[in-house]
């Protein structure tokens, strides 16, 4: 067996062979310069052929090749070199007598040579594009997910940017709104704006129970399939090989992550669904009674403070539960400020 340090030493002599068979030009090689009567370009199908097999090998492979892999690729890249040379070597001076026939004896080389040639370089070819293939995908995934990331930074600085720009804006629609809300309660009431509420929370609560429903479903069927692939894969495991067991693995894998991704995304519209329909309750029932604590009292200060807490039910974000990360404080304190704001200036 050899040692490493050889390994190594006809590692890189192959290495260079190979770039430099394959770094060698075709249109050199037809020698127009001779001329039509003893140029190569009747061999021209031969050199492209026996070029682009070769080409086919990615260098960096050959660190993965075993010694007699490398020895007998080095082998075949040393005749195809000196053939090469050959041919940039012609000329008259070399060959006076007979020069047609030793040009075509050095194609009919080269087209003989192809068959061993491909003997050699096939399963070499093979393993570099698996190879590549594996490498090929995880670059396409690094970059997916880098562009992924890369988008949703922009996003998040824009809509900051624009939180910015439109604080005033938005301060001064409140205290807008609010006035509109008073002179609609004042005239006719805001308790029988609780309907729309009322149908939104309805079909919220509808769709979530049918995203609930799907949840279920996807949920036992990722459990059945995980129960059946172990009990498959125990029955067989003493019949598949390594390659065959990663490769059963990894389809049972692709399926499993396809079902915990669905079990995942109706999860998440499930509570979607289910926080909507909590939420448009609460400002049901907040609008429904407004009108029982308004004509409960004649002070002025009570109904702007019956109307301040309501119109908070209505434009505050709620803590149901059933979304992660929810936060109530801020806006409340913005809403109330605004309101005690707008009313102060009323009275």
């Known amino acids: 067996m050899a040692t490493f340090e050889e390994e190594q030493q006809i590692r890189d002599t192959a290495t260079q062979n190979l770039m430099a068979v394959s770094g060698a030009k075709l249109e050199s090689l037809y020698r127009d310069e001779l001329g039509a009567e003893l140029n190569f370009r009747d061999g021209a199908k031969v050199f492209e052929r026996t070029l682009s097999l070769i080409r086919r090998v990615d260098p960096d492979i050959l660190w993965d090749l075993s010694f007699n892999k490398l020895q ?28 047609t026939n030793q040009r075509d004896s050095i194609i009919t080389r080269m087209r003989d040579k192809y068959d061993q040639l491909h003997d050699v370089l096939s399963p070499i070819i093979a393993f570099s594009q698996s190879q590549s293939g594996v490498i090929e995908n995880m670059k396409a995934k690094i970059a997916e997910v880098a562009e992924g990331a890369t988008k949703v930074k922009a996003e998040i600085d824009r809509l900051y940017t624009e939180a910015e720009v439109i604080t005033a804006e938005r301060q ?38 049918k995203w609930l429903r799907a949840a279920i479903v996807i949920g036992c069927l990722t459990v059945l399939f995980g129960l059946y ?10 019949n598949l090989d390594w390659a065959h067991s990663v490769h059963l693995l990894f389809g049972k894998a692709v399926v499993f992550s396809i079902l915990y991704f669905a079990l995942i995304w109706t999860g998440r519209n499930y509570r979607a669904y289910r926080h909507n329909a909590v939420v448009n309750k609460h ?36 803590a149901t539960g059933y979304i992660t990360k929810e936060s109530e404080g801020q806006g409340n304190t913005q809403i109330l400020e605004v309101l005690r704001g707008a009313i102060k200036t009323g009275q």
Do not use: C, M, W
């Open 283 to 318: 400002r049901q029932n907040a609008l429904s009674t407004f009108q029982a604590f308004v004509k409960a009292s004649d002070q002025r200060d009570v109904k702007d403070a019956v109307l301040l807490r309501s119109t908070e039910a209505i434009f505050s974000p709620v």
């Open 72 to 99: 007998a690729l080095n082998k075949e890249l040393i005749i195809i070199a000196q053939i090469l040379n050959e041919v940039v070597e012609f000329s008259l001076q070399k060959h006076p007598s007979n020069p």
């Open 229 to 238: 692939s172990l009990y498959s894969y125990s029955n067989l495991a003493e």
């Open 172 to 209: 001064k629609e409140s205290i807008d709104i609010l006035n509109s809300l008073r002179s609609a309660a004042a005239e006719a009431g805001v308790s029988q704006h609780s309907i729309y509420f009322k149908d939104e929370a309805l079909e919220n609560a509808n769709e979530s129970t």
